[in-house]
């Protein structure tokens, strides 16, 4: 089965030899393959069973849209520091890439690629939480709130879809709250990509020329009541700092409850992440979208 594209799992038989070895064509598509290999004796229907994963980077369907980020910017405006407990890993908040597919079964695919993606509480994607707000040509009324006001930030484009995805929820919206389907949700720490995608339908067709796409990733957090990770003026073990160190600089005794929410996004060409997020020099923060040329 291929979980990046979401396709039904193609089964195929095959005899062994004499000596027990044996061959087996198998389709793939590109992204993460799993494959399941079980083997029957006949003569007493005892089986036994192996998984292995198969991992490519060639496109898991027609790729629409791709865009890189800089690494090593996952502090936000450049203050922000990770929380401190064991169970975060060094470059799970940094986005380096960005793509949009279109994927077999009439959906689209959606791919995040950061730095490191290893399980965290238990979930391949136990540590992120990451929004692509959509901006859907014809697609409906737009706002520019964010997910929820606590994330201290407006979208700049406005929205008409919302795609938040995280290991333990999700959230498939319009402006209204509507919701408009299920989000299938992947993650591989081996090709540390986030995979998500949707009926195009719902998402409001092909993503084309003109579509614009804003996307922020945080730390997730679900005894918050907005899912993100909060901050204190230094880094706790399951809060992220404003500042590494406690310091006189305007960012660092900034209000904490009031720091946008945003560890990384992406910038379009001529915009700078530090700037666009800095607090001290813009209130509201507003973030800049990407658009599909």
């Known amino acids: 089965m291929n979980i990046d594209a ?40 005892n089986t ?4 292995r ?20 910017d996952d502090h936000g405006p450049g203050n922000y520091a990770p929380p401190t407990a064991a169970d975060f890993h060094d470059g799970a908040w940094d986005m380096d890439q960005f793509q949009v597919f279109e994927v077999p079964g009439d959906r689209i695919a ?6 490191d993606q290893s399980p ?12 692509v707000y959509a901006n859907v040509p014809g697609g409906g009324s ?32 319009n402006p209204a709250g509507d919701v408009l389907g299920t989000i299938n949700i992947h993650a591989s720490a081996i090709s540390r990509y986030i995979t998500f995608s949707v009926p195009k339908a719902a998402l409001g067709g092909t993503p084309g020329a003109g579509w614009r796409f804003t996307v922020v990733e945080t730390g997730q957090d679900g005894f918050s009541p907005d899912q993100a990770r909060g901050f204190q003026p230094t880094p706790q073990g399951f809060q992220f700092g ?9 960012h660092c005794t900034f209000n904490p409850a009031l720091v946008p929410k945003a560890v990384d996004v ?6 700078s992440q530090s700037d666009e997020l800095d607090y001290t020099l813009h209130t509201p923060v507003v973030i800049a979208p990407i658009a599909i040329p």
Do not use: H, K, M
Request: with cysteine; aromatic share 6%; proline share 6%.
């Open 53 to 72: 994963t198969v991992v490519s980077n060639a496109p898991i369907g027609t790729l629409l849209f791709e865009t890189a980020d800089p690494t090593l």
């Open 120 to 131: 965290t509480f238990g979930s391949p994607l136990g540590a992120q939480l990451v929004d």
């Open 48 to 51: 036994g069973r192996e998984v």
């Open 142 to 173: 737009t706002t520019t709130a964010a997910s929820f006001p606590g994330r201290n930030y407006q979208v700049g484009a406005g929205w008409n879809r919302l795609l938040e995805v995280q290991g333990f929820g999700q959230r498939f919206i």
């Open 110 to 115: 959606f791919r995040v690629r950061n730095r």
């Open 266 to 271: 992406l910038t379009p060409t001529g915009v």
């Open 242 to 250: 404003v500042c590494a160190t406690a310091s006189a600089d305007p």
């Open 6 to 45: 979401d396709t039904a799992t193609a089964v195929t038989a095959t005899t062994t030899a004499a000596g027990g070895a044996f061959s087996a064509t198998v389709p793939v598509i590109g992204g993460t393959e799993v494959l399941n290999v079980v083997a029957t004796d006949p003569a007493n229907g």
